[in-house]
């Protein structure tokens, strides 16, 4: 059973381009979210996804939006990046119940570099 | 404000030794609670949560963690810490009902020494 998976692990932009990471979630789950890991600091919340819609929003910008496919998986796209949106990505999947109950299975991120 | 709190960034312990990590929490009612570990250019795994009931939780890997409502507290523990417990440890909370977003405190950093 394979669990979540993201591509790509590691990728190198510059100051203004656009990004698209990908998630895999874990078999059986139908939600995901995406949480921001900045070095030395703990997961922030982007955002979550359910039935292909955005469910939840923490607070960033308009430049991080998102997608979710019939299949589950979802995008999370990055607009006119900024150095300090370097950092390590993550991605994380559960099941209804699972995020009421804030159970995630995290994949194991994309570290992104802005140069 | 809610918030989540991991006072020590750093840990240093010698291998067989005991492990408590710290967390406080700040919410208006007793959220759901979990201990999530990282290790190097990993993802995050949950190390075990705490919904209601006993208040003592047991995970995985050995850890356990206490709940103390009057204290705001849900500790990590465990009795003898062995090497490849080297990593990161994440205290996050969630309010209890509802779709809610899981907030996660800033990460206490284990080494562990011979």
């Known amino acids: 059973d394979a669990g979540v998976t993201q591509s790509p692990t590691h990728l190198i932009k510059t100051r203004g381009q656009q990004v698209t990471l990908r998630c895999s979630p874990k078999?059986?789950?139908?939600?995901v979210s995406w949480y921001q890991q900045a070095l030395g600091q703990g997961p922030q919340f982007i955002f979550q996804?359910?039935?292909?819609?955005?469910?939840q929003r923490g607070n960033f910008p308009d430049r991080f939006s998102g997608h979710q496919f019939p299949n589950y998986s979802s995008e999370l796209n990055v607009n006119a990046l900024l150095l300090g949106d370097s950092a390590l990505y993550l991605c994380a999947s559960s099941t209804t119940s699972g995020v009421n109950t804030g159970e995630l299975f995290f994949g194991e991120g994309s570290r992104l570099t802005v140069l | 404000a809610q918030s989540v709190t991991q006072p020590d960034i750093h840990i240093t312990v010698s291998e067989g030794a005991s492990l408590e990590l710290r967390c406080n929490y700040s919410?208006?009612?007793?959220?759901?609670l979990f201990w999530y570990v990282q290790s190097p250019g990993q993802g995050l795994q949950l190390l075990l949560k705490?919904?209601?009931?006993?208040?003592l939780v047991q995970g995985i890997k050995g850890f356990e963690a206490e709940f103390k409502r009057s204290q705001s507290s849900f500790n990590l523990r465990k009795p003898s810490v062995h090497w490849s417990d080297a990593a990161e440890y994440f205290c996050?909370?969630?309010?209890?009902?509802?779709?809610?977003?899981?907030?996660f405190g800033t990460g206490t950093k284990l080494q562990v020494i011979p």
């Open positions: 919410y208006g009612a007793t959220p759901y």
């Open positions: 996050a909370v969630v309010p209890s009902g509802g779709y809610q977003k899981v907030t």
């Open positions: 705490y919904f209601s009931g006993d208040t």
């Open positions: 078999s059986g789950h139908d939600t």
């Open positions: 996804y359910y039935e292909e819609e955005e469910r």
